[in-house]
Nanobody, 123 residues
Framework: QVQLVESGGGLVQAGGSLRLSCVVS????????MAWFRQHPGKEREFVAA????????YYGDSVKGRFTISRDNTKNTVSLQMKSLKLEDTAVYYC????????????????WGQGTQVTVSS
């Protein structure tokens, strides 16, 4: 059974930093493209960042460019999201997602999802 388990969410002040991690089990991690999405209450899931299975290509949503960094460690089956200069509008549930393909931006292309981790940015 494939599992994606996120960790690292929490409460942080605006301007602060937070690091999210997602551990994948039950599947060959090194062949998976990985991504982070987030969801604000009452809204659709929003693309945050993605990384190719080699780690050689990275993609970011416009709202997080220059502030967030996605990375992966294929020896630990882990993908991470380093978030800096956090803003109030970054408050959301963050989801880790995986796919076999390379169409990164749409959540419909991902068939594996974690349970989500809450990130709350306070003023």
């Amino acid at each position: 059974q494939v599992q994606l388990v996120e960790s690292g969410g929490g409460l942080v002040q605006a301007g602060g930093s937070l690091r999210l991690s997602c551990v994948v089990s039950g599947r060959a991690f090194r062949w998976l493209s990985m991504a982070w999405f987030r969801q604000h209450p009452g809204k659709e899931r929003e693309f945050v960042a993605a990384i190719s299975w080699t780690g050689g290509s990275r993609y970011y949503g416009d709202s997080v460019k220059g502030r967030f960094t996605i990375s992966r460690d294929n020896t630990k089956n882990t993908v991470s999201l380093q978030m800096k200069s956090l803003k109030l509008e970054d408050t959301a549930v963050y989801y880790c997602a995986a796919q076999d393909g390379n169409e990164y931006y749409s959540p419909r292309r991902y068939d594996l999802w974690g349970q989500g981790t809450q990130v709350t940015v306070s003023s």
